[in-house]
Protein backbone atom coordinates (compact mmCIF):
# COMPACT_ATOMS: atom_id res chain seq x y z
CA UNK A 1 0.00 0.00 0.00
CA UNK A 2 1.21 3.55 -0.69
CA UNK A 3 0.62 6.19 1.56
CA UNK A 4 1.99 10.39 1.67
CA UNK A 5 2.93 12.51 4.46
CA UNK A 6 2.58 16.09 4.35
CA UNK A 7 4.32 17.23 7.76
CA UNK A 8 3.06 20.96 7.97
CA UNK A 9 -0.61 21.66 7.17
CA UNK A 10 -0.13 25.06 7.03
CA UNK A 11 2.83 27.11 6.40
CA UNK A 12 2.79 31.20 6.78
CA UNK A 13 5.62 32.94 5.29
CA UNK A 14 6.39 36.17 4.14
CA UNK A 15 6.36 37.50 0.36
CA UNK A 16 9.83 37.45 -1.05
CA UNK A 17 10.79 34.73 0.88
CA UNK A 18 11.84 31.27 0.51
CA UNK A 19 9.24 28.48 1.06
CA UNK A 20 10.04 24.27 1.69
CA UNK A 21 6.50 22.06 1.80
CA UNK A 22 7.63 18.84 2.69
CA UNK A 23 6.07 15.20 1.37
CA UNK A 24 7.28 12.18 1.93
CA UNK A 25 6.05 8.94 0.67
CA UNK A 26 5.92 4.76 1.35
CA UNK A 27 5.47 2.42 -1.92
CA UNK A 28 6.82 -0.76 -2.15
CA UNK A 29 7.16 -0.07 -6.11
CA UNK A 30 8.67 2.52 -8.16
CA UNK A 31 7.15 5.67 -7.50
CA UNK A 32 5.57 8.94 -9.65
CA UNK A 33 5.38 11.80 -7.36
CA UNK A 34 3.10 14.72 -8.14
CA UNK A 35 2.61 17.58 -5.99
CA UNK A 36 -1.24 19.31 -7.12
CA UNK A 37 -1.85 23.28 -6.03
CA UNK A 38 -5.87 24.07 -5.12
CA UNK A 39 -6.38 27.96 -5.20
CA UNK A 40 -9.42 28.86 -3.20
CA UNK A 41 -12.67 27.60 -4.70
CA UNK A 42 -10.86 26.09 -7.85
CA UNK A 43 -10.12 22.37 -8.52
CA UNK A 44 -6.48 20.90 -8.63
CA UNK A 45 -3.70 21.84 -11.16
CA UNK A 46 -0.62 19.61 -11.96
CA UNK A 47 2.44 21.97 -10.42
CA UNK A 48 4.75 19.14 -11.47
CA UNK A 49 5.69 15.48 -11.74
CA UNK A 50 8.63 12.84 -11.38
CA UNK A 51 8.43 10.17 -13.63
CA UNK A 52 12.06 9.43 -14.09
CA UNK A 53 15.31 10.92 -14.77
CA UNK A 54 16.83 13.86 -13.41
CA UNK A 55 15.68 14.24 -9.71
CA UNK A 56 15.01 17.29 -9.47
CA UNK A 57 12.04 18.87 -11.71
CA UNK A 58 10.77 22.37 -12.14
CA UNK A 59 7.62 24.29 -12.68
CA UNK A 60 6.83 27.28 -15.30
CA UNK A 61 5.93 29.54 -11.72
CA UNK A 62 9.18 29.07 -10.19
CA UNK A 63 8.33 25.96 -7.79
CA UNK A 64 11.20 22.98 -7.77
CA UNK A 65 10.90 19.46 -5.76
CA UNK A 66 13.56 17.10 -5.45
CA UNK A 67 13.02 13.01 -5.22
CA UNK A 68 14.82 11.62 -2.95
CA UNK A 69 14.76 7.96 -2.59
CA UNK A 70 17.17 7.31 0.73
CA UNK A 71 14.92 9.51 2.18
CA UNK A 72 11.66 8.72 0.66
CA UNK A 73 10.95 12.56 0.36
CA UNK A 74 9.64 14.87 -2.67
CA UNK A 75 10.17 18.23 -0.99
CA UNK A 76 8.65 21.06 -2.88
CA UNK A 77 10.81 24.58 -3.01
CA UNK A 78 10.29 28.23 -4.36
CA UNK A 79 13.31 30.96 -3.18
CA UNK A 80 10.85 33.50 -2.90
CA UNK A 81 6.97 33.66 -2.95
CA UNK A 82 4.58 35.83 -3.92
CA UNK A 83 1.05 36.53 -2.40
CA UNK A 84 -0.85 34.85 -5.54
CA UNK A 85 1.37 31.95 -4.24
CA UNK A 86 -1.40 31.18 -1.62
CA UNK A 87 -3.20 28.13 -1.84
CA UNK A 88 -3.32 24.53 -0.71
CA UNK A 89 -0.61 22.07 -2.00
CA UNK A 90 -1.16 18.84 -2.39
CA UNK A 91 1.47 15.83 -2.60
CA UNK A 92 0.29 12.69 -4.06
CA UNK A 93 2.09 9.33 -5.49
CA UNK A 94 0.40 7.29 -8.52
CA UNK A 95 0.09 3.28 -8.61
CA UNK A 96 1.95 0.90 -10.27
CA UNK A 97 -1.25 0.34 -12.24
CA UNK A 98 -1.66 4.13 -13.39
CA UNK A 99 -5.08 4.71 -12.08
CA UNK A 100 -5.10 5.66 -8.40
CA UNK A 101 -3.39 8.88 -6.83
CA UNK A 102 -2.77 8.61 -3.21
CA UNK A 103 -2.93 12.14 -1.97
CA UNK A 104 -1.00 13.27 1.52
CA UNK A 105 -3.36 15.59 3.65
CA UNK A 106 -2.40 19.03 2.17
CA UNK A 107 -0.31 21.78 2.91
CA UNK A 108 -1.64 25.64 3.58
CA UNK A 109 0.63 28.12 2.07
CA UNK A 110 -0.29 31.58 3.90
CA UNK A 111 1.51 34.20 1.80
CA UNK A 112 1.78 37.31 4.17
CA UNK A 113 2.70 40.97 2.51
CA UNK B 1 -9.57 25.44 -17.00
CA UNK B 2 -8.25 21.97 -17.65
CA UNK B 3 -11.15 20.98 -20.27
CA UNK B 4 -13.42 18.78 -17.29
CA UNK B 5 -16.58 19.88 -16.66
CA UNK B 6 -18.38 18.87 -13.65
CA UNK B 7 -22.18 19.95 -12.81
CA UNK B 8 -23.48 21.11 -10.74
CA UNK B 9 -21.21 23.33 -8.96
CA UNK B 10 -22.94 23.32 -6.03
CA UNK B 11 -25.82 20.97 -4.39
CA UNK B 12 -27.64 21.16 -1.29
CA UNK B 13 -29.73 17.88 -0.34
CA UNK B 14 -31.21 16.32 3.01
CA UNK B 15 -30.07 13.14 5.00
CA UNK B 16 -31.93 9.92 2.99
CA UNK B 17 -32.22 11.75 -0.22
CA UNK B 18 -30.42 10.77 -3.47
CA UNK B 19 -28.03 12.75 -6.03
CA UNK B 20 -26.05 12.22 -9.09
CA UNK B 21 -23.61 14.03 -9.80
CA UNK B 22 -21.92 14.83 -13.68
CA UNK B 23 -18.82 14.70 -15.32
CA UNK B 24 -17.77 15.44 -18.84
CA UNK B 25 -13.77 14.26 -19.54
CA UNK B 26 -11.64 15.93 -21.60
CA UNK B 27 -12.02 15.46 -25.30
CA UNK B 28 -10.64 12.35 -26.52
CA UNK B 29 -9.53 11.12 -22.71
CA UNK B 30 -10.95 7.70 -22.23
CA UNK B 31 -10.52 7.47 -18.58
CA UNK B 32 -12.55 8.76 -15.78
CA UNK B 33 -11.73 8.97 -12.34
CA UNK B 34 -13.93 10.43 -9.51
CA UNK B 35 -11.81 11.38 -5.90
CA UNK B 36 -13.81 13.09 -2.82
CA UNK B 37 -12.28 15.70 -0.63
CA UNK B 38 -13.73 16.23 2.97
CA UNK B 39 -12.51 17.86 6.08
CA UNK B 40 -12.06 14.23 7.64
CA UNK B 41 -10.73 12.28 5.21
CA UNK B 42 -8.82 14.78 2.96
CA UNK B 43 -8.49 13.74 -0.98
CA UNK B 44 -9.44 9.99 -1.65
CA UNK B 45 -10.00 8.22 -4.75
CA UNK B 46 -13.02 6.84 -5.13
CA UNK B 47 -13.35 4.77 -8.55
CA UNK B 48 -11.98 4.73 -12.04
CA UNK B 49 -13.98 3.62 -15.56
CA UNK B 50 -11.98 3.32 -18.63
CA UNK B 51 -14.17 3.40 -21.77
CA UNK B 52 -16.95 2.44 -20.31
CA UNK B 53 -16.13 -0.12 -17.86
CA UNK B 54 -14.73 -0.22 -14.17
CA UNK B 55 -11.15 -0.52 -13.94
CA UNK B 56 -10.27 0.40 -10.15
CA UNK B 57 -12.13 1.04 -6.69
CA UNK B 58 -10.81 2.80 -3.71
CA UNK B 59 -12.64 3.88 -0.49
CA UNK B 60 -16.26 4.18 -2.27
CA UNK B 61 -18.86 3.39 -0.01
CA UNK B 62 -21.79 0.92 -1.21
CA UNK B 63 -23.71 3.64 -1.21
CA UNK B 64 -22.53 5.10 -3.86
CA UNK B 65 -22.45 3.96 -7.48
CA UNK B 66 -20.88 5.00 -10.71
CA UNK B 67 -20.67 4.87 -14.55
CA UNK B 68 -19.70 6.13 -17.67
CA UNK B 69 -21.80 6.16 -20.85
CA UNK B 70 -21.00 5.65 -24.73
CA UNK B 71 -20.26 9.27 -24.87
CA UNK B 72 -17.36 8.89 -21.99
CA UNK B 73 -19.44 11.29 -19.86
CA UNK B 74 -19.90 9.66 -16.13
CA UNK B 75 -22.43 10.30 -13.28
CA UNK B 76 -21.50 9.44 -9.78
CA UNK B 77 -24.46 8.67 -8.08
CA UNK B 78 -25.01 8.94 -3.88
CA UNK B 79 -27.75 7.43 -2.02
CA UNK B 80 -29.61 7.38 1.28
CA UNK B 81 -27.18 10.53 2.01
CA UNK B 82 -26.01 11.44 5.56
CA UNK B 83 -24.23 14.40 6.98
CA UNK B 84 -20.92 13.38 6.86
CA UNK B 85 -21.22 12.56 2.61
CA UNK B 86 -20.73 16.29 2.69
CA UNK B 87 -18.14 16.85 0.72
CA UNK B 88 -15.89 18.20 -2.53
CA UNK B 89 -15.89 15.70 -5.36
CA UNK B 90 -13.65 15.85 -8.30
CA UNK B 91 -13.73 14.35 -11.60
CA UNK B 92 -10.23 13.71 -13.66
CA UNK B 93 -9.45 12.57 -16.63
CA UNK B 94 -7.00 11.17 -18.53
CA UNK B 95 -5.90 9.37 -22.21
CA UNK B 96 -5.63 6.08 -20.66
CA UNK B 97 -3.94 4.46 -17.57
CA UNK B 98 -1.16 4.43 -18.12
CA UNK B 99 1.70 5.78 -15.26
CA UNK B 100 2.82 8.49 -17.80
CA UNK B 101 -0.76 9.87 -18.31
CA UNK B 102 -1.34 13.47 -15.95
CA UNK B 103 -4.86 13.24 -14.89
CA UNK B 104 -6.86 16.73 -15.34
CA UNK B 105 -9.03 17.70 -12.32
CA UNK B 106 -12.47 19.45 -12.99
CA UNK B 107 -13.31 22.35 -10.72
CA UNK B 108 -15.48 19.65 -8.59
CA UNK B 109 -18.92 19.47 -7.42
CA UNK B 110 -19.28 20.84 -3.46
CA UNK B 111 -22.16 18.80 -2.10
CA UNK B 112 -23.67 19.98 1.38
CA UNK B 113 -26.40 17.55 3.12
CA UNK B 114 -28.41 19.06 5.87
Known amino acids: AQSVTQLDSQVPVFEEAPVELRCNYSSSVSVYLFWYVQYPNQGLQLLLK??????LVESINGFEAEFNKSQTSFHLRKPSVHISDTAEYFC???????????FGGGTRLMVKP | DSGVTQTPKHLITATGQRVTLRCSPR?????VYWYQQSLDQGLQFLIQYYNGEERAKGNILERFSAQQFPDLHSELNLSSLELGDSALYFCASSPGPSRVNEQFFGPGTRLTVL
Open chain 1, 92 to 102: AVLNNAGNMLT
Open chain 1, 50 to 55: YLSGST
Open chain 2, 27 to 31: SGDLS
